[in-house]
């Protein structure tokens, strides 16, 4: 019997205003079922080239976009259906679950979206319908050589001049920054004393002459990363995030949401990875092997309860505070434990190991280790925790 179909949310997008998670998740999977042909290309694993797989992602996106599963929880001012957050976040899950690669141009849309939405409404509906059908990537620009856990003390300059800014710095560690039509910059508008208080943050257009990106290609063989230097580059009026002087503010509320959706996102892809890992065991497990997998599971499903939760206060307008670093600390966690588990279990694949599920996992292995990097390190979100939730010393 061919799969059932009903209509897309594009074709019925008042149905979202009373489906809840349970009745979304089947109605994609019978989407994702009825539309299997179509989508055999995106299953994984995917290109070991990072820009190839790129391509490969604009074209699931348009499908996404198309039937409106991607456009789910947007407001309609930017082209989306209206709903919940939590609802888009049931896609991602099931996509993940299903196979399917989950594109890396979801997790800018997912970080910076929501951030112009709130602090720059004027420019959300002028630029946010590209980033969120994948037709666009964006990046996000803060880290410098000398700024990353200290990011207060960042030196990349914005000079008010009439009619807007000339930006003059460097920027570091921009993630995919070579493929982005724009970058959400935070920027020094202030004294070089005035730390956090001083910043603004901008959103420039990469093809401003006066940027150059040099890509540094990573352990894992990916560009994932790049340097991006800023000379005399001019940026409008209107291109401002927030006030001036109020980055800091945008920076931090940018910051929840990699902490939620982004933290959501990839607990889909690292519970699906303990399953490939299931299914890609030579033999049946024995007690070592269960113990391995069993613990797998255990920082999934963790970080899984933690970020449900975190996903639906985000949705009710709740503002996160310090227990954000607990969801931190629980994904870099998750990812190590389930690239080393697949290590183990899967040996040699990512020692020694050839082929394309190899390469899937030596890179899915190499990236983790930066888990405990990206997005804030582990040091201090730990120092978080113990002096902010559970109030000892310094
Ligand atoms: C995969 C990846 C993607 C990234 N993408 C982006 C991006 O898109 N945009 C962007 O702006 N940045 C990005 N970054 C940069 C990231 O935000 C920074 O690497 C991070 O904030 C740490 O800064 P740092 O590298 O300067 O290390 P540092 O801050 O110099 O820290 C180095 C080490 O020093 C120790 N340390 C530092 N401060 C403290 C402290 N207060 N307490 C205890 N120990 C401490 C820790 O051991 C830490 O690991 C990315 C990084 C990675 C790895």
Redesign the pocket.
């Known amino acids: 019997m061919p799969p059932r179909t009903r209509p897309t949310p594009a074709q019925e997008p008042e149905k979202l205003n009373e489906v809840g998670t349970d009745e979304l998740r089947e109605w994609f999977r019978e989407w994702l079922a009825a539309n299997a042909d179509r989508l055999i290309p995106y299953r994984e694993p995917e290109p070991a080239s990072y820009e190839e797989a790129d391509e490969l992602h604009v074209g699931l996106l348009l499908l996404l976009a198309e039937a409106g599963w991607s456009l789910i929880g947007w407001p309609e001012s930017i082209g989306g259906l209206g709903g919940n957050l939590v609802l888009r976040g049931v896609v991602y899950d099931e996509l993940a679950a299903a196979g399917y690669v989950l594109p890396e141009r979801c997790y800018p849309v997912e970080i910076l979206g929501p951030t112009l939405l709130r602090y720059a409404p004027d420019l959300a509906v002028s630029y946010l319908p590209g980033l969120i059908t994948g037709a666009e990537m964006w990046?996000?620009?803060?880290?410098e050589p000398e700024?990353?856990?200290?990011?207060a003390s960042l030196r990349c300059r914005a000079t008010e001049r009439p009619g807007g800014w000339v930006v003059n710095g460097q920027?570091?560690?921009?993630?995919?920054a070579q493929m982005s039509t724009k970058c959400v910059l935070l920027v020094r508008t202030g004294t070089p004393e005035s730390r956090h208080r001083g910043l603004t943050m901008l959103l420039v257009d990469m093809n401003t002459p006066g940027i150059t990106v040099n890509p540094i290609r990573s352990a894992a063989g990916a560009n994932?990363?790049c340097e991006v230097f800023l000379d005399d580059v001019e940026v409008p009026a209107d291109r401002l995030i927030g006030e001036v002087g109020k980055g800091w503010e945008v920076a931090m509320y940018l910051l929840q949401f990699e902490r939620g959706m982004y933290a959501w996102m990839r607990q889909a892809v690292l519970h699906h990875r303990v399953e490939l890992v299931r299914h890609q065991m030579p033999g049946p497990p024995g007690d070592l092997e269960a113990a391995v997998l069993g613990e797998m599971y255990a920082a999934v499903s963790t970080l899984r309860a933690r970020t449900a939760s975190t996903l639906s206060r985000l949705a009710a307008g709740a503002r996160l505070g310090p227990e954000a670093s607990i969801d931190k600390l629980l994904l870099s966690r998750a990812e190590q434990c389930v690239t080393d588990g697949a290590r183990r279990l899967l040996h040699p694949a990512v020692e020694t190991g050839s082929g394309e599920w190899a390469a899937y996992w030596r890179s899915a292995w190499y990236?983790a280790r930066?888990a405990?990097?990206?997005?804030?390190?582990?040091?201090?979100q730990r120092?978080i925790v113990a002096q902010q939730l559970l109030g000892l010393p310094r």
């Open positions: 990046c996000q620009g803060f880290s700024a990353g856990s200290d990011l920027k570091l560690w921009t993630s995919n994932h990363l990236f930066a405990t990097i990206l997005g804030g390190v582990a040091e201090v120092s």
